[in-house]
């Protein structure tokens, strides 16, 4: 690969937080928070640099040396987060977190690239509707529920930990 | 919508409320009080009958027949929300989703499902979903002493600070299952804080039987991500959410972790601002 892929650029809401940045995906309705460590590489693909002068750049801003399978994995994260233009992406090969972690040593872990996912709900989410044990039923026309209460139209089901009714 | 239309309507409200224009009309003038009741803090009645969003309210009650009972139906436009025997629980839930509506899409402030309350000058967010022990947790911090904000919803202005609006706090004091009970911050021997605060901290947390609290400190970036879990608007306008919620992330102390007792964890987030 002679240079990094592209970010996929429709439809995304990016904000820089201390190093972080965050990524509003509208199309999928998904955010992700980019550690430091794969925000740089983010912005490398941003400027279509090597993966070469992405890892140089991550070593001047994380202030140490970083091995190639830091940006590999990095890339690899971006990808599965749906980050990437897919047609672009030919990674030679991906490395695991734990073999990164190995060869990054115990001080390394806080750098490792982390994105964390959020799928963000519809706003009737937040709606406080849902069983009512007087009448057995619930009187609720909504997918979406509070995780652990009981749910769905006869008040027999559970909610589940992604907020539906299951 | 024609059907629904043809129904004989006998009152109707119009309201201006976060620069959203509503109306909400019933087919039995019995209710108008209750209507009026449950409109969003700071609503102004309008007199033009245009609105941006109409809700219905079909009173039910005894059929035609004997044994046969018309349900109470909540319509938005010409959505039906919700379908029930019991006509308080239709009110209530009239209640929530117009109170929804105009907290997805208010057009200047920003507004985070939390309850809040005001320490030391600065205002304290408990962001969580229906039965995570929010109202618990804020009447809990009420009576130690915080001002009370909100109960349902954050406030927030383009520069991350977050305004009051004081509903009375809905606390289920007979189980999850049973409808929430309304009680006023005065019944809690507590006050109601009046000016927008600066964010100080944020707890992110969530009830459950003997935990400890042991929260650990989340970073602005994952703070900002928890907080679109819970920002009524983050799908609608997200650029403009996202806006609103970086400086609050910035400045305030982001905590998660689950907990126990409401009054034990109260003190220790209170200390934890100079309490």
Redesign the interface.
Known sequence: MDRLPLPRVPDLVVRELAGELVVYDGARHRAFCLNPTVASVWKSCQSRRSPAEARRRLERELGREIPDDVVWLALDQLQRAGLLDESEVSAPHHPSRRQVLRRMGAAGAALIPVVATLVVPPAVAAASCGCNAKTGTNACNNAHCAVGARCGKTCTKTCQPNGNCG | MGKLDRLGWAVGVAFEAQGLRIGIRATTPEVHERIVGLLPPGARPVRSPEVDQLFSLVVGGPGPRAGVRRLNLVYQEA????????LE??LR?LE??VH?YV??RARRRVFV?AGVVGWRGRAILVPG????GKSTLVAALVQAGAAYYSDEFALLDSRGRVHPYPIPL?LRVD??????VKRTVEMLSGTVGERPLPAGLVVLTRYEAGARWRPRRL????G???L???A?????A??RV??AL?PL??RATILKGRRGDAWTVAERILYHLGG
């Open positions: 959505k039906m929300l919700v379908r029930t025997p019991e629980e239709a839930m929530v989703f929804l907290a997805e499902h979903r229906s039965l995570s809905a189980g999850p299952d049973r409808p929430p970073s602005p970036g994952r900002l991500l928890e679109l879990d819970h009524l608007a983050a799908r609608y997200p650029s996202m806006a970086a992330v910035t």
